[in-house]
Each structure stands twice: as C-alpha cells, then as structure tokens.
C-alpha cells in the first residue's frame, strides 16, 4: 500500500511539479518564459563551478579506494564491529559507503550474489545502502556549486551522521531478521 | 579538517600501494577519477539548468516563499540565521521534499540553488555558514521514505520480498537525520569550528 503510494508519487511528481509551477506563475502574472530562461542560464556556470571541487574529491577518494586502503581500514576496524553485531561482510560497504555510492553499490551487488540478498548480509547491506548517502560528495557539490572551502564542521556533523545511521542498521537489521 | 581528510586518502593511499606493490592502481585511479568529475559536473548542466529556470518562476510568483513559510517553525529552528521569507527557505523545503520522495534528479539541483541563496546571506565567501552545515548535514543524512535504487538492486538480485528492507531502512535513516540535527547544532558552538576563527590549516 505505502509502496505503491510512493509508486505512484515518484511516476507523477516531476510532471505535476513541471506543470504546476509554469502555471501558477502565469496567474500570478509571471512572464514565464522569459523567468524560465532567466533562471536557467545559471545552469552551465553552476555546473561548471563545481569541476575542481569534484576533482579534489574524487581523485583523493579514488586513490585511496584503489590501493587497497580499504581493506587495512577493514582489518583494523572489523574488532569493533564485530563487537555490536555488523558481520566482517558488510565492513566494507560500510566504511565505503560516505566515499562512493558507485562503489558501495558494487560491494552491495557483490553481497547479494555470495550470500543472497535475503540473507542477514544481504539485507543488512541494503538497508545501510539505503539510510546513508555519499556525504563527500554531497560536500564537493554543494560546496563547490557556491565557493565555499572552509566547510567548518559540516564533514564531522555529516560522519556523525553517517555513523549513526549504519549503527540504526545493524540494530534494527539483527531486531527484526535474526 | 577537510584538508586533513583529503591529504589523508592521497597519502595513506599512496604509502599503502607502495607497501602493497600497488601502484599502478594509484596512477590509474587518479586519472580516471579526473575525468569521472570532470563527466559527473557536466553532466549536471541539463538538470541544472531546468530546475534553475522553474525556480525562478517559483520565485517570482511568491511559491518559493509561500513553501518557506508553510514549514516555518521546524525551518526556523533549523536555520535561525535566514530571514522568514528569504528564498534560501523555499528552496531548502523543495530539496528536501525532492529527497522524501526519492527524486533525486531534482534534489541536487535544488540544494544546489538553496546553496546559492545561502551564500547570499553569507559575508565570508569562502566559509561555510551555520545554515549550510545544518543544510548539508541534512542531506548527507539521506532523509528518503523509498530507497528505490536498492529495492531495484534486490528485486534483480532474486530478492523474495525486495520492498521489505523499506521500513527499516526508515528507522535507520530518521535516526541518522536526527543526529545529524543534533550533531551540527553541538558542533557549531565548539571553539574550534568558529565562524571567524578556523585556521587555514584545519
């Protein structure tokens, strides 16, 4: 029923967003077109502005993930986790999943053709995959689309964040299927 | 603290492919990352162009500010520093409505567009203010109801029931908003984060 529902919205909400907008601004006596085209040249500048933030980013974030960083961060990582509860299967998704949504995708994939993806593994991967985004990227985009490089302490607020909801997954994942 | 993160991943990625023999991968890395920012920007020009010009009617007809005001008190708690009826608001309400309801091509444009305003409010370009951290802690939260992409991702996996990773993927992802709340409102009143007083080198 909620899936469906949700369904739904996500065929007819961009549509009804691209109609509704258009034409309420006509009956507020907006010369649409002429806003529309207004706004719109920004797009290539804002897009643009972004290219050496991404850049910084993902080439950092690239490096380190093919180094095989990754799995000396598991190795050390992996006693503490073992400790609440998050299989040493799933580390790596984890740990990957603030730096690349590509790559935890991936490692997710994987998962899923080893163990299934209705196994404890499989669904715990999902539902970390799913309540967590890519935060240095997120940080890249937005802050590059506006200039800003002193990011304060918008990345240990989003780390935070990312912990917490990866620690909700294990919880509520071992709750409800073990 | 960004510049010690970035500095972080080269150096620890370098010195662990030269122990590991690696190194090669470290070249490739860097190259073909270069050219996936390089795609991944341009490639939102479209998008962003789109939301961009209905934006800018939203504005102009007052829609903008009517959704700031529609959620004033949680907005007005969240972002103290930005004027009622300043856009930044609108456009901070349509992102996150875009991430509720999984439409992720909307939502980046439309934080980047809350960015924008944001910065409008900012005196210091170059830092980052209180209303941009809660705002980006937010979205890197990921405040979505349906994480479509990995329902998919388990339905071609074989998955008997791939829809029932939803609910509490919900609970996981509510409680990591909250501490994301929680955590930039405690963080923005250490010392160490001040507006005016972050060294360059942190």
Known sequence: ?178 | MINLIWLGFIVIGIVVALVTGNIQAVTDAAFEYADVAVELSIGLVGVMALWLGLMKIAEESGMVKALGNALRPVMKYLFPEVPQDHPAMGAMVMNIAANIFGLGNAATPLGIKAMKELQELNDEKDTATNSMCTFLAINTSSVTLIASSVVAYRAAAGSANPAEIIGPTIIATVASTIAAIVAVKLLQKLPAFNKNKEKSTL
């Open chain 1, 1 to 178: 029923m909620f899936v469906k529902f949700m369904e739904v919205i996500s065929i007819y909400a961009i549509p009804l967003i691209i109609l509704f907008i258009p034409l309420y601004g006509f009956f507020k006596k907006v010369k649409v077109y002429e806003a529309f085209t207004d706004g719109a040249k920004e797009g290539f500048k804002t897009a643009v502005t972004i290219i050496p933030y991404l850049v910084a980013m993902l080439v950092a974030i690239g490096i380190f993930r093919k180094s095989g960083a990754m799995d000396v961060l598991v190795t050390i990582v992996s006693p503490i986790t073992n400790a609440i509860g998050m299989p040493a299967e799933v580390l790596p998704m984890a740990l990957m999943r603030p730096l690349s949504g590509g790559g935890a995708s991936g490692i997710m994939n994987d998962l899923f053709t080893t163990y299934g993806a209705d196994s404890l593994i499989g669904r715990m991967a999902s539902i970390m995959n799913g309540s967590t985004e890519t935060t240095f990227y997120v940080l890249a985009v937005y802050f590059g689309a506006v200039g800003v490089k002193k990011t304060r302490h918008a990345v240990p607020a989003g780390l935070i964040a990312d912990a917490v909801g990866l620690l909700t997954a294990v919880f509520v994942t071992n709750l409800m299927f073990k």
